[in-house]
Each structure stands twice: as structure tokens, then as C-alpha cells.
């Protein structure tokens, strides 16, 4: 059994991860690549590609019922794009959905993407084994939390 599709030690379905890029930024290598890492360690990816909007990432994250988003970001624009992405899943009632961003992301923005509600930040270079395993941690917190929830 894989690292994708284990959860308190009982066989589930793989984890769902959607991976996105928001605003004008064209650069998705790092973003594809980390696609692959992340499919080749058992985990099921939404692609949704570049030039997103933040809307269209939490309507997708919604019908594909995905256990984490991954943002990347390589103009910028990190901040701005994490406030709303962030403003918007809280509006669907989604706090509990992590979202984690990725790419060239200056070590002084750190604390304010916290602030925001980003729950890590993976920045370009990261080792294979720090993705695959933060993803996997949030993705099986996720889990978790709501199979313990009450049934609406």
C-alpha cells in the first residue's frame, strides 16, 4: 500500500490534491513536476493548469471533493491570491480544506501567509520527500477530521 491511500492504518481511497496556479503567471514546470511526485507517491491530482481564478479553484475543489489545494506561485503575487483564495473557502464553509503554496516564495512572506490561513509553504527546490509528506499530512488531518464530524 501506498503513502496516497493510507489513513489511521485502514486502506482508503487515494488522496485527492488540487494543484493550481491563479493571476497572469505562466510558469508551470515546477507545477507539473510536482503533479508527477505527487501521482507517482499513490495521491489522485486535479490539474486545473495556469491563469486560474481563485473562484474556479474553490468551485473545483467543491466538485471534485479534494482533500488539499496547492497553490503555486512564481509572479508575486502569493499574497494577494492566498487572501482571497483563503476569503473564498471560508465563505463555502471550507476552513478545514488546507491549502499550501509553493514556488519562489521570499522567507519574509512566510508569517503573513500563516496569518492568512496557508498551512505551509513549499518553496522551489524542495525536496520530493518534504511535498509528498506535508501534502500527505494535511490531506490525512483532513480526513480525519471529517470522518469524526457529525452527519449533516
Known amino acids: 500500500m501506498n503513502a496516497g491511500s493510507v489513513a489511521r492504518g485502514v486502506a ?7 494543484l493550481g496556479k491563479t493571476g497572469l503567471d505562466g510558469h ?20 486545473m493548469g495556469i491563469h486560474c481564478t481563485t473562484a474556479t479553484i474553490v468551485r473545483t475543489a467543491i466538485e471534485e471533493d479534494v482533500d488539499v489545494i496547492g497553490l503555486s506561485s512564481l509572479g508575486g503575487t502569493h499574497l494577494a491570491h ?19 503554496i509553493g514556488g519562489t516564495i521570499p522567507v519574509e512572506d512566510f508569517p503573513a501567509l500563516e496569518e492568512i490561513g496557508i498551512r505551509a ?3 522551489a527546490g ?8 506535508v501534502i500527505e499530512r494535511f490531506g490525512v488531518e483532513r480526513r480525519r477530521v471529517r470522518d469524526e464530524s457529525p452527519a449533516e
Open 12 to 18: 482508503r481511497q487515494p488522496l485527492r490534491i488540487l
Open 28 to 47: 508551470d514546470r515546477g507545477m507539473k513536476v510536482v503533479a508527477m511526485m505527487l501521482r507517482d507517491a499513490g495521491m489522485d491530482v486535479v490539474y
Open 82 to 100: 492566498a487572501r482571497e483564495l483563503i476569503g473564498e473557502l471560508r465563505q463555502q464553509g471550507l476552513d478545514d480544506l488546507p491549502v499550501v
Open 121 to 123: 509553504v513549499l518553496r
Open 126 to 133: 524542495s525536496p520530493r520527500e518534504e511535498i509528498v509528506a
